[in-house]
């Protein structure tokens, strides 16, 4: 049986959050996080969990409908140093970083102590093989039991049924979805209730766990500056992405800590029970 779609209030009601520029970001950590994604994927709760950065942040700013996808999930956790800062400035000093390539791991660690079976849905096929070899080699008894890099053109009705079905027909109680900001979110959005599994979303966990793209040194991203080294390594990819994002971030979470921005328009959405 499929499990219920539950508001985040019931799945987290003693998680703190705090609006950042509308999108709105739960402080928590590491071991807090683990657990309640685990707790919850034992509950049969249907939901996801999302991880912040700015790209995230100013998609959710300039779009109301993502930015609705975004607040309808279980958890938002700050993926990267600007928000954890924004947080601080808001009040939240102890705030920490969630990053979601960690988080993944952090997750795969309980999960194989609670025996819960895991999916992985997203990447390339060459990623997929070795997000799982790197999976096995550091949690020996972790439960693999779906493993899927979907086609990147648009799913046909059947072929999103025949999905479904696949992952529910595997057993599976956490999810991790690597399909990339802001697809993944839609994606798990759309499938809160179909799928019986609890859904992550990791971006690019799936490449970095794989060794296919290098993650920055600790150093650098403690520093915030995670950004320059990921530009330096995809500079095409990602080079719009920071252009336009970064800037506007800055300046319009300014204007919110000095109360002049303009609250943004938000989506009417059913909330979930």
């Given at each position: 049986?499929?499990?219920?779609?539950?508001?985040?209030?019931?799945?987290?009601?003693?998680?703190?959050?705090?609006?950042?520029?509308?999108?709105?970001?739960?402080?928590?950590?590491?071991?807090?996080?683990?657990?309640?994604?685990?707790?919850?994927?034992?509950?049969?709760?249907?939901?996801?969990?999302?991880?912040?950065?700015?790209?995230?942040?100013?998609?959710?700013?300039?779009?109301?409908?993502?930015?609705?996808?975004?607040?309808?999930?279980?958890?938002?956790?700050?993926?990267?140093?600007?928000?954890?800062?924004?947080?601080?400035?808001?009040?939240?000093?102890?705030?920490?970083?969630?990053?979601?390539?960690?988080?993944?791991?952090?997750?795969?660690?309980?999960?194989?102590?609670?025996?819960?079976?895991?999916?992985?849905?997203?990447?390339?096929?060459?990623?997929?093989?070795?997000?799982?070899?790197?999976?096995?080699?550091?949690?020996?008894?972790?439960?693999?039991?779906?493993?899927?890099?979907?086609?990147?053109?648009?799913?046909?009705?059947?072929?999103?049924?025949?999905?479904?079905?696949?992952?529910?027909?595997?057993?599976?109680?956490?999810?991790?979805?690597?399909?990339?900001?802001?697809?993944?979110?839609?994606?798990?959005?759309?499938?809160?209730?179909?799928?019986?599994?609890?859904?992550?979303?990791?971006?690019?966990?799936?490449?970095?766990?794989?060794?296919?793209?290098?993650?920055?040194?600790?150093?650098?991203?403690?520093?915030?500056?995670?950004?320059?080294?990921?530009?330096?390594?995809?500079?095409?990819?990602?080079?719009?992405?920071?252009?336009?994002?970064?800037?506007?971030?800055?300046?319009l979470f300014a204007l919110q800590l000095l109360g002049v921005l303009p609250r943004?328009?938000?989506?009417?959405?059913?909330?979930?029970?």
């Open positions: 049986m499929l499990g219920r779609p539950m508001s985040r209030a019931a799945l987290s009601s003693t998680s703190e959050r705090l609006s950042i520029l509308g999108m709105q970001v739960a402080p928590t950590s590491y071991a807090q996080a683990a657990a309640w994604c685990c707790e919850w994927s034992q509950r049969d709760a249907a939901g996801y969990i999302c991880a912040a950065n700015v790209h995230m942040c100013m998609e959710a700013w300039d779009s109301g409908e993502f930015r609705a996808v975004v607040n309808a999930a279980a958890l938002v956790t700050p993926d990267g140093m600007p928000l954890v800062w924004a947080l601080r400035l808001l009040g939240c000093g102890q705030a920490q970083r969630v990053y979601g390539p960690t988080l993944m791991l952090e997750v795969c660690a309980e999960a194989e102590r609670r025996g819960i079976p895991i999916g992985l849905h997203g990447g390339t096929a060459a990623a997929l093989v070795g997000i799982q070899t790197a999976l096995v080699g550091r949690f020996p008894a972790l439960r693999i039991v779906y493993a899927v890099s979907p086609p990147f053109s648009v799913p046909t009705a059947q072929e999103d049924a025949d999905t479904v079905a696949r992952i529910n027909a595997s057993g599976c109680r956490l999810l991790f979805v690597g399909l990339g900001c802001p697809k993944q979110e839609r994606w798990m959005a759309a499938h809160q209730g179909r799928v019986a599994p609890l859904m992550l979303g990791v971006g690019a966990a799936f490449a970095f766990h794989a060794g296919q793209v290098a993650q920055a040194p600790a150093l650098v991203q403690r520093i915030g500056m995670e950004w320059a080294f990921r530009l330096a390594m995809e500079p095409q990819r990602l080079w719009k992405r920071y252009a336009l994002h970064n800037p506007r971030f800055v300046l943004p328009r938000w989506v009417a959405r059913t909330k979930a029970t």
